[in-house]
Each structure stands twice: as C-alpha cells, then as structure tokens.
C-alpha cells in the first residue's frame, strides 16, 4: 500500500539558509500535518491543513511557514535556521481532520542538520 | 487536560520473553489510544488503535494492548520478544485541545531485546 513520501530524506544547511520540506500524502487523503521531533524527544505537533486549508497550528516558529497544494502535497518552508531547528520533520496524513481517533499515517521523516 | 504517561523510559527483555510497556492516560471521558513504533532512523508505524470498540485490541507484529478503564491503562503486551522489535515505542492519545483533536505523545519507551 502506498504511504507517505517525505523529500529530501535528509538536508544539511547552514544557519541563517532556508530550507524547504516536501510531503506527499497517501491517495485520497486530504490532511496533512507537521512534526517535529528533537533528539531524545517525542514528536510536537508544527502545523496542519486540511483541504488545502490551515486547519490548525501547534508550536510552530514564526520563520516556518507551510501550505498544502491543489494535489494535497504540502511544504513547510524553513527560513532563517537556527542550530536548534535541527531534527527529524514528520509529516503525516489522514483523511477527514477534526475526528477523534482518526489515525495519523506517517511518513519516514526528514532529518534537517543545521550547522 | 488530557495527556499520557509512559512509565518506563527503557524495557529490556531476553529473545523470547513477554514484553511490557506501561502507559497510563489522564482524560475526562474514554479517549482515543494509539501505539506507534519508531525503528532506529525510521518513520513512525502505526502499531494499533483503541476508540471504545473491544478493551482488547489486537495490532500487528503479534502486540496487542488492553483499555482498563478503571485502572486509566493501555498497555502494550507481546508474548514473545524477537530482536527486530528494537526500537521506540510511543503511546499517544487523541485529545481535544484549542478546538481540535491533536495527537498528544508519551515521552517514549526504548525496547532493547538481548539475545
């Protein structure tokens, strides 16, 4: 079955660079959501959308922005990186947002290396 | 509020043995449960889920996890450890937060297996 892709799969910039992270949800699924998780961390919810539409947002930073496209495929783009915007960037898709228990698929994630 | 509590921040069993990860859950009505399994490197696998159907829920790679309403607990159990169950295992559960559902994450139980 087909699952979430995730591009690049890893990124190593430097600080002050942007960077831009790729999803691509499962077929027909119409969420998509952003997370981040540091080392030794759980995963903290950034942002998601919903039918191309900010649907919520968690603790995402200011200098992080993110959309989803008319295919669903979203972006979260990352300007100015800091040191501590390094870690593994999950996104994950599911269909219909705001229902409790509906499952959140993920994808492998994105490790961003900031030097 | 709602959150979820793992226990134990490391399990180690023998090959072979029973596995055990505690998660206790604090919510004001039957909330919506999930394991997932993060491998070293790797993305996160839905292991299973619980939304008031049967307490007991069978997931994939032989765990299962029971809902004890009375004892706020959902843990994961396997009969038998084998080696590539290695990994992190997060309990998380859907809660109603700033009027949406958002996924809420144990801080993480590492499974090492010995041979």
């Known amino acids: 079955a087909a699952g979430v892709i995730q591009s690049p799969r890893h990124l190593i910039k430097e600080k002050r660079e942007t960077a831009t992270l790729k999803c691509y949800p499962i077929?027909?699924?119409?969420?998509v959501y952003w997370y981040q998780q540091g080392p030794g961390q759980d995963p903290q919810f950034l942002i998601s959308f919903y039918e191309k539409m900010q649907s919520d947002k968690g603790s995402i930073p200011d200098r992080f922005s993110a959309q989803q496209f008319s295919d669903y495929h979203s972006e979260l783009n990352m300007s100015s990186l800091e040191l501590g915007d390094s870690a593994l960037y999950f996104c994950?898709?599911?269909?219909?947002?705001?229902?409790?228990?509906?499952?959140?698929?993920f994808g492998p994630g994105t490790r961003l290396l900031v030097l | 509020a709602q959150s979820v509590t793992q226990l134990d921040s490391h399990v180690s069993v023998s090959e072979g043995t029973p596995v055990l990860l505690r998660c206790n859950y604090s919510s004001s009505y039957s909330p919506s449960l999930f394991w997932y399994v993060q491998h070293p490197n790797k993305g996160l696998q839905l292991l299973l889920k619980y939304t008031s159907a049967a307490t007991l829920v069978k997931g994939i790679n032989g765990f299962e996890a029971e809902f004890k309403k009375s004892e706020t607990s959902f843990h994961l159990t396997k009969p038998s450890a084998h080696m590539s169950d290695a990994a992190e295992y997060f309990c998380?559960?859907?809660?109603?937060?700033?009027?949406?559902?958002?996924?809420?994450f144990g801080s993480g139980t590492r499974l090492l297996v010995r041979p």
């Open positions: 998380v559960v859907s809660a109603w937060m700033d009027s949406s559902y958002k996924l809420i």
């Open positions: 994950a898709s599911s269909t219909n947002t705001g229902r409790e228990g509906e499952t959140q698929y």
């Open positions: 077929p027909r699924h119409d969420t």
